[in-house]
């Protein structure tokens, strides 16, 4: 089946700084990939939509400045948080979907930790 | 604007019991529904697709159905097991390619 990559799980850093999350698509092309946030205890908030070779459409309230998304090639996508403060932290996780496909796949999320 | 509201919020079951998890949306245009599976700290796993013209599918132990005039779609889990504890996510298509994803139920079997 579709598999989605996601890296790092993890990742701690220093308020001020950027930190860069990967979603690869393993064995499928992703023309469509989404960049969601979960807070502790809630579902999946949209954050933006990206399709390969244009710009991101964000949410309402998402900052496109601070969240820089990247979908270069149709089996990467890059989500950028710049200038993190300890209010970014949170669970962000990736989903892509191949055009031949219904469904969505889930990459398994990165924990980030801003202090 | 469509609404994706879970019922119960909360399970706690002994295991072997069978279960039914709700999730009812406002608005009955989707393109399909989907049903997850996420544990702690991790990503989605997806269950079950059921599209908008279907009314049931099954995988294994689960059996997912749609009323889509009602609004409405039931995730039954049989004879449930510990390994089955997670938190479960039903999630709307509207046609637009975004997802629009229910509130959860927190799953808790216990030997």
């Known amino acids: 089946g579709a598999v989605v990559s996601q890296h790092p799980s993890w990742v701690i850093c220093k308020s001020g700084t950027s930190v860069k999350i990967e979603c690869r698509s393993l064995d499928f092309q992703a023309t469509t990939m989404f960049w969601y946030r979960q807070f502790p205890k809630q579902s999946l908030m949209l954050m933006a939509t990206?399709?390969?070779?244009?710009?991101?459409?964000?949410e309402q309230g998402v900052e496109k400045d601070k969240f820089l998304i990247n979908h270069a090639s149709l089996t990467l996508s890059t989500l950028t948080v710049t200038s993190a403060h300890p209010e970014d932290s949170s669970f962000y996780i990736c989903?892509?979907?191949?055009?031949?496909?219904?469904?969505?796949?889930f990459g398994s999320g990165t924990r980030l930790t801003v202090v | 604007k469509q609404e994706v509201t879970q019922i119960p919020a909360a399970l706690s079951v002994p295991e072997g019991e069978n279960l039914v998890l709700n999730c009812s949306f406002t608005?009955?245009?989707?393109?399909?529904l989907q049903w997850f599976r996420q544990d702690p700290g991790k990503g989605l796993t997806s269950l079950l697709l059921i599209q908008s013209s279907q009314r049931e599918q099954t995988s294994g132990r689960l059996n997912a159905s749609l009323d889509k005039s009602s609004g409405r779609s039931t995730l039954y889990i049989a004879a449930s097991q510990p390994g089955d504890s997670a938190t479960y996510l039903c999630?709307?298509?509207?046609?637009?390619?975004?997802?629009?994803f229910g509130t959860g139920t927190r799953l808790q079997v216990f030997p």
């Open positions: 989903s892509a979907r191949d055009g031949r496909r219904y469904g969505y796949t």
């Open positions: 608005d009955s245009a989707i393109y399909n």
């Open positions: 999630a709307v298509n509207p046609n637009t390619d975004k997802l629009i």
């Open positions: 990206s399709n390969e070779g244009s710009k991101a459409t964000y």
